[in-house]
């Protein structure tokens, strides 16, 4: 097989068709259920990140103890991503699902007995989130390979905006219902551990549903032809692919750098709502509702606009924006100019990520698209090298000159990729043209 190429081998179509009608992939039975089932899980996760990040706060009162928390969970993602791609190719996708999710709703009803127990420690956040970084890593590269096989190609677009709005509507909702939740339950009492218990539980209800909506889906997924390589020549294989075609390299560093600058601020954000903004779980659900609903227009507006010129440099300017308002978010003292300022931080970020997946899916050749996304993937697993220095200026200054710094960084780091690395500037090279449908 040749590793040269962007997306045209043969048995594809050479147009890639895009539609402006978002909702229409959900016509198709198969994907509606895998949609379905992506946006518990989405929920799921969302709800996970205000419910952990507000306890293990409550306990340690240590920006450093939520970096590592979030690292227990990302180095996983590091070690076994690759691994997932080669089992998304070798294994049918549907029952890599299914196993995942099931995986992961008894792992959280244990976790919601221990937090209602009242014996929950920082060490419980570590296994727990270790374990669910694992089973992310072995399990997304199939979930999003399975996209392409179960829609007609005219729809793949139109099945990618959906899968990012359906994020980001998880993250206007989750962390609001999680926030609200843990405030009713525990009657005002932030130091009680009863309400976040309830949230998980509940956590462990969305996995449920998700692993049963994918029980729906007729098609298990295509498996790799077998042959002679072992799944660690795949794993290099894939690792070739990236390395002997640019745009993919481009794309590949320009969504390296958004993970270790930008995203240091959804972890720091329930410090961030407390020391600084002096906010409650109501506050931080409202700061995290608020990225969400910027980051689903975003995404929507993206989907909506067909054809765009230029994407090289949006792509670049998006980055410049996103860590532009990170350090601005840094210097905001009242909750009403946070929540402004988050909300361009969403609709920054999913614009930039919907456009580099997007650029990705189009770039590479399909029969690479499961092992390039694991290594995709694999790169979101580096943000700790972020998060860790950041948190370290936020433990030794204080928490908004830690954003601060992060989002000057990420400007200036971006620039320079933008100056000095061809790749980055070649990821829109030799993009086949787009044809936009408007269907009756």
């Keep these: 097989m040749t590793l040269q190429g962007h997306g045209r081998l043969a048995g594809f179509p050479r147009t890639i068709v895009a539609s402006r009608d978002i909702f ?19 929920f ?8 952990r990040g507000w306890l293990v706060y409550t306990l340690t009162s240590s920006s450093m103890d939520l970096a590592w928390v979030t690292l227990s969970f990302m180095l996983p993602t590091v070690a076994f991503s690759l691994w997932g791609g080669v089992v998304a190719d070798r294994l049918p996708k549907k029952r890599i699902i299914v196993t995942a999710q099931t995986l992961n709703c008894v792992a959280t009803l244990v976790m919601a007995a221990i937090i209602l127990s009242d014996k929950v420690t920082f060490w419980d956040f570590i296994w727990f989130g270790f374990f669910n970084g ?22 793949i677009f139109t099945a990618m905006a959906l899968n990012t709005t ?33 949230v998980y539980l509940m ?7 998700s692993a049963a909506t994918m029980l729906l889906v007729r098609r298990s997924g295509n498996i790799k032809a077998p042959d002679d390589k072992s799944p660690f020549a795949d794993m290099v294989d894939g690792l070739r692919y990236v390395r002997e075609n640019p745009p993919v390299f481009g794309l590949i560093l320009l969504s390296i750098v958004p993970f270790l600058f930008g995203m240091p601020l959804n972890t720091l954000l329930p410090a961030f709502n407390e020391d600084i903004l002096g906010g409650g779980p109501e506050d931080l659900g409202m700061l995290m509702s608020a990225m969400g609903g910027g980051a689903i227009l975003g995404s929507l507006m993206l989907a909506a606009m067909g054809e765009l010129r230029n994407k090289a440099a949006w792509l670049i300017a998006t980055c410049v924006g996103w860590g532009a308002f990170t350090t601005a978010f840094g210097s905001a003292q009242v909750v009403w100019l946070a929540v402004a300022l988050v909300a361009a931080i969403g609709w920054l970020s999913a614009w930039n990520m919907s456009l580099n ?33 950041i948190s370290v200026i936020a433990e030794r200054y204080s928490v908004a000159v830690a ?38």
């Design 24 to 42: 229409s992939a959900l016509q198709v039975p198969d994907f509606r259920w895998l949609w379905l089932g992506s946006l518990g899980s989405s």
């Design 134 to 155: 694992t089973v992310l890593a072995l399990s997304m590269p199939a979930r999003q390979a399975f996209v392409p096989e179960l829609i007609p190609d005219r729809l």
């Design 44 to 51: 799921a996760m969302n709800m996970q990140i205000i419910a």
């Design 357 to 389: 997946r997007g650029l990705l899916q189009m770039q590479v050749d399909p029969v690479m698209r499961g092992r390039i996304m694991s290594i995709d993937m694999m790169s979101h697993g580096l943000m700790p090298l972020g998060v860790i220095p």
């Design 203 to 209: 956590i462990a209800a969305l996995y449920f549903i």
């Design 403 to 440: 954003l601060e710094v992060a989002g000057v960084v990420f400007v200036l780091v971006v620039m320079a990729l933008a100056a000095f690395t061809t790749s980055v500037r070649r990821v829109d090279q030799d993009l086949p043209r787009p044809m936009e449908i408007r269907e009756s």
């Design 166 to 198: 359906s994020w980001n509507l998880s993250r206007i909702l989750g962390p609001a219902l999680a926030g609200f939740l843990i405030a009713w339950v525990a009657h005002g009492d932030t130091s009680s551990t009863y309400g976040v218990g309830i």
